[in-house]
């Protein structure tokens, strides 16, 4: 099964806020100034001291870095991602080995050559890039040197550090094909997390946590190929651990990469269920997407959020927002029927969206009925992205309006007109009776 870490190669002065795409900056400083610090100690790793140690170590650790830390869920989320538009993930390694910046560690030279290549031609790119890391595993699905990227959804097998200038050239450059390798078709959803320990010790203790519930949720309801989980290097936003970032394409073909914080284990069935499961926003959670900048990701939230009522914070439609703002007018939906009930109204079919299913066969079938939003183009502005009409889902959760809720004021007057017609008739009949 594929799986994607995101280990952004680049990061700002101020690590702990909002991420930021692939710059030039001060990660070789750094490394050079505290080569020692690169070196993953058991606390800070993957495998930390928080998940091995007795059940004491574990509460306090937890208590300090984990989801019972006291600054958890004290910070606005929404408009946390800095503008990028492509996502590019080497996997290497896994967490327990990355150095605090592995895109500038001496020994990990494939990553370092990378992270500079892209650097240096940055402003050669039409797109903003990001590069994180992701784990690889040689002789697996996603081994050491592969390249998988985002919105294209395509994979690369076995990058080498002799091949370095070259695919930036070809690929991230002149957008074509890497010749020495032929990309292969990436298909389902991929959950990134971002764990990595050395780096913060926050994202080290709730990282491996939800990896792990990722994995057993998607084990139990069978979504193994459909649904990819992997661990990922530092994103940028150490405080908002646990760090989750969910890319995936929706029926018509256009990505999505929605970026969740403060997520906790008992958040993953959510995610699954209404992000992947029925293409929703679960808002009290998210931080932002792929293709919008910070001001965008605030608007577009608010936008949902007005379409939904202020308290419906939980999750809202990510198409109705769209659809609200377009003009389009939505049909008034009060109820619905058990099972897969829709309705008609103003060229708008509603159905009900599913749950999470407990079979393969049950989620094909009924996420065909979902359709995500499309991916904003960067550069323009929100209201007329969405106005631009691409990627509007023509299915919503509602029922059938009663007659009453569709009576409009011309139905009224038409009503009206008959009575009075039928009056008129009638004492001309008397008239004539009358006369005769």
Not at 81 to 97: A, D, I, W
Not at 156 to 167: E, G, P, S
Not at 238 to 244: C, L, Q, R, T
């Amino acid at each position: 099964m594929a799986s994607n870490r995101d280990d952004p190669l680049t990061f700002s002065s101020n690590p702990s806020s909002s991420s930021s795409p692939i710059t030039v900056s001060e990660h070789l400083d750094s490394y050079l100034q505290d080569p020692g610090s690169h070196i993953g100690s058991a606390s800070g790793s993957y495998q930390n001291e928080g998940l091995l140690g007795d059940s004491a170590s574990a509460s306090n650790t937890d208590a300090e870095f984990g989801f019972s830390r006291p600054e958890f869920r004290q910070s606005p989320l929404s408009g946390t991602v800095q503008l990028y538009e492509r996502h590019l993930f080497l996997c290497y390694k896994n967490p327990s080995v990355w150095p605090p910046r592995i895109e500038a560690a001496e020994f990990d030279r494939l990553p370092r050559l990378l992270s500079a290549a892209v650097s240096a031609r940055k402003s050669d790119m039409k797109k903003k890039t990001r590069l994180t890391i992701c784990e690889g595993h040689d002789g697996t699905e996603t081994s050491n040197g592969d390249v998988l990227i985002f919105p294209d959804m395509i994979r690369y097998r076995r990058l080498t550090h002799f091949d370095v200038d070259t695919f930036v050239e070809e690929v991230l450059v002149k957008d074509g094909e890497w010749l020495p390798g032929t990309p292969e078709p990436l298909k389902g959803s991929y959950v990134f997390v971002c764990s990595h320990g050395s780096r913060d010790r926050r994202c080290g203790v709730c990282g491996p946590q939800l990896v792990s519930r990722f994995k057993e949720e998607i084990e139990v309801h069978g979504l193994q190929g459909k649904v990819s989980v992997s661990p990922c290097s530092h994103i940028g936003g150490h405080k908002y651990a646990g760090n989750v970032i969910i890319f995936g394409s929706n029926v018509n073909g256009e990505i999505n990469g929605h970026w969740y914080g403060y997520v906790t284990p008992d958040d993953v069935p959510l995610l699954l269920e209404r992000h992947i499961g029925k293409g929703e926003i679960v808002d009290r959670l998210w931080r932002g997407q792929m293709g919008l900048s910070e001001e965008e990701q605030k608007k577009f939230q608010e936008l949902r959020l007005q379409v939904n009522g202020e308290t419906n914070i939980d999750g809202s439609s990510m198409e109705e927002t769209q659809r609200q703002v377009a003009g389009e007018k939505i049909p008034a939906c009060t109820s619905q029927t058990e099972g897969n009930g829709c309705c008609q109204g103003d060229e708008i079919s509603c159905c009900q969206n599913p749950v999470l299913p407990e079979k393969v066969d049950d989620w094909d079938a009924k996420s065909s009925a979902v359709k995500l939003p499309l991916e904003k183009k960067a550069g323009k502005k929100l209201i007329s992205q969405i106005n631009s009409g691409k990627g509007a889902s023509v299915r919503k959760v509602c029922a059938t309006p009663t007659w009453f809720e569709s009576w409009e004021r011309d139905d009224t007057y038409a009503a009206l007109a008959v009575v009075f017609a039928a009056m008129s008739v009638a004492v001309a009949y008397g008239c004539y009776k009358q006369l005769n």
